[in-house]
């Protein structure tokens, strides 16, 4: 696919009024980072940072004329109207929740990319057929209220808000009052429907991983999002006095948890490098120095973006902790497992060409992390651009991506956007 | 050694009052356990539950006409007096504290089977040349303020009790200020000098492993306590998301860790199964099931009998775990560290013989756990009896040892004592 650029469009595409929008979003939920220019954000789901942040799109919004609305979990809506009014709209956007000791790109840089789009196109005086949307999808980290990604679920028709009318979280507080709040203080009508229309959705966001950097690509096109199976394995052993028990009179849970992930690790061992296998979580108990342990939990994060060989490894995995676990016994059960997702053919292709004509160097790649476009791509053709994250370095204070890489993305972004919108 | 054993004294020897004083004590500080003949204790150092535990004690021996003292640290004595006064006593007992999840035997025994030979003197009518006397000492196990075997190390003179004055419990209460409320709300005097003064000291303790049930012996005669070297370890990586970044290109703590664990489990490999080798605790951070761990902090406890063996195997450690740990980096400290302490072998004869001469089997073993009679030794000359506890169980609600085992552990420490202190 070739691209004609939009070249009044990526004109008026303004670097320093969009790294000020990040600056001035990132003051709610500021918390210290590695250096000044590293600070990060805490802006949890409906808390009093979010319901800021959200008021300040809003403001925004409202002063350059957009209409503004939400839908019955909080997602928020920002139109810039197209000539044909009956014409699903192309959405583009993200989230504006951080992880606890987030950082100042993930999520927020694709609504602001967004929104920038929006304001390009109204500055450059651009008509589209279809309606161009900005939407910032409610809890997508889950860090407060899980799961996370629950907005865009919502939207897609894969859960209802009621579901989870009563998750709550670690003070107690639902997740239904802390929406009805949210709902009540954003000035913006509740008159989305759900499920949602969409049109064709494109989401930018930082890579979150070195892959770009250490390539040199300043773009990354997006194919589509890899497939996760998440496991928890509790392996029990018996308690022993670390000063008389032998050794080979043991059940140490910990003893054998070593000999499981050996296993672990044998089989999941990958000479492209492809696949991703982690245990993040890993609790011992009961924790004494001079007492041997006799409970073992840990989580297994596994993600590849091949279905069938995601399916085969993460198939071995139960058989392969029971038969390393002797002499302590294991339980292992799937606590979460998603396919992998392949993005609409017809979108990457128009990303790749935006990318190509804009000359930037770039790599066609899969996501490593979850995003709401995996949801929204049930509903419409979908695609990702991805920007550089420096050091690969995400879900941390540090986070960091330069201007020019923002607005890379965000070139990118009005380009695939107005291609699927129509200019009239 | 042979032993003529003294009859009159051995048929005063009372298997249900002992058994009656166990289940009486077990009443301070009771918490449930897994049935009702396995309850368990929960009784801290100077608690409200080890402060009624030491005024039954001391009821029990004022009704008996001993005498009863304390000394600075609130070591409590009880002394049934020999025909030589100017005699350093022959002393026996153990430590009436126990862990948060304890159990009816861990210590208790060695006080309450001392003070069943008192009164099976007193009952048999047998006077002794030099003093007997039981000890009740203070914070053996450490649990609420550490170190443990505090009593005994200011009995021996390795510290003095204003050392601990500053430790504080988990609420904020200062060691001093417990001690001084211990000290007034026990009815005996303070008027033991410290260092303390011992001719002689042998405690009786259920063995805390398997080892004696497993051969089914009956008695275990103590040669020493095995050395003991204590480390803590740090390794340090980078987190990284664990959708995006290649396994290839993490510094992931916990794949460092396993790395650096079975390097250690190699190293420390013994077909003779003597070395006793244990990670207890070992704590990952961040935690989170998707992030790529950037810290692992784990314990090691080794012991061993003999010095020069655990002094090759525990001086191997840091460079094990060096040789290991990339691409993570680690700091090792040694944290606690005891040689191997070898009791007087006329006392170790003397249990034999008793042991021998009552026709129980039984092994010669070095002690796996550490005790105060480590501390006493370095006074006087010293020994110790096992019985088995049922499965090797301690420091756990279950931990049991049969009326029958108490009984025939109690005889042995008679003999003994009555053949250190002399017969009139």
């Not at 939009?6 to 250096?35: K, V």
């Not at 292992?332 to 979108?347: E, G, I, K, L």
Request: hydrophobic share 45%.
């Amino acid at each position: 696919m070739s691209a004609a650029l939009p070249a009044t469009l990526l004109a008026s595409i303004n670097q320093d009024r969009l790294w000020q929008r990040h600056a001035d979003m990132a003051a709610h939920g500021a918390i210290p980072g590695p250096r000044p220019d590293r600070a990060g954000v805490n802006r949890a789901c409906f808390t009093a940072e979010d319901i800021a942040a959200r008021q300040m799109l809003v403001g925004w919004a409202t002063a350059r004329g957009f209409e503004v609305s939400q839908d019955a979990i909080a997602n928020l809506y920002i139109r810039r109207r197209g000539t044909e009014s009956s014409r699903a709209p192309i959405v583009t956007g993200s989230h504006m929740d951080t992880q606890p000791r987030g950082g100042r790109f993930d999520g927020i840089y694709g609504v602001l990319a967004g929104f920038e789009v929006l304001e390009a196109l109204e500055d450059a005086g651009i008509a589209t057929v279809a309606p161009v949307e900005v939407v910032a999808w409610t809890n997508e980290e889950g860090g407060r209220f899980a799961p996370g990604t629950m907005g865009s679920m919502v939207f897609a028709g894969q859960k209802s808000v009621e579901a989870f009318a009563e998750v709550r979280d670690t003070s107690g507080v639902r997740f239904a009052d802390a929406l009805a709040a949210t709902l009540a203080a954003t000035p913006a009508p509740i008159t989305r429907p759900l499920p949602g229309v969409v049109g064709g959705y494109v989401e930018a966001h930082i890579e979150q991983g070195p892959r770009l950097e250490a390539a040199g690509a300043r773009i990354g096109v997006v194919t589509g999002i890899q497939g996760m199976r998440w496991f928890e394995v509790d392996i029990t052993g018996e308690t022993a006095h670390a000063g008389t028990c032998p050794v080979g009179q043991r059940r140490d849970a910990l003893r054998s948890a070593h000999a499981v992930v050996s296993a672990l690790y044998d089989v999941t061992r990958d000479p492209e490098d492809t696949l991703r296998f982690t245990i993040g979580r890993f609790l011992v108990d009961p924790g004494s120095p001079n007492t041997v342990p006799n409970r073992v939990h840990f989580t297994i994060d596994m993600r590849h973006p091949d279905k069938a060989t995601l399916d085969r490894l993460a198939d071995a995995i139960p058989a392969t902790i029971t038969a390393a676990v002797a002499p302590c016994t294991a339980t292992v059960r799937v606590t979460n497992a998603s396919a992998p997702m392949v993005f609409d053919q017809q979108v990457v292709d128009r990303v790749e060409a935006a990318t190509k004509a804009l000359g930037l160097p770039y790599l066609v790649m899969p996501s490593g992390a979850g995003h709401d476009a995996g949801y929204v791509a049930r509903l419409a053709p979908a695609g990702m651009i991805f920007i550089p994250c420096e050091r690969g370095v995400s879900h941390n204070e540090a986070e960091f991506a330069t201007p020019q890489d923002l607005t890379n993305g965000t070139r990118v972004l009005a380009a695939t956007l107005l291609a699927m919108a129509g200019v009239v």
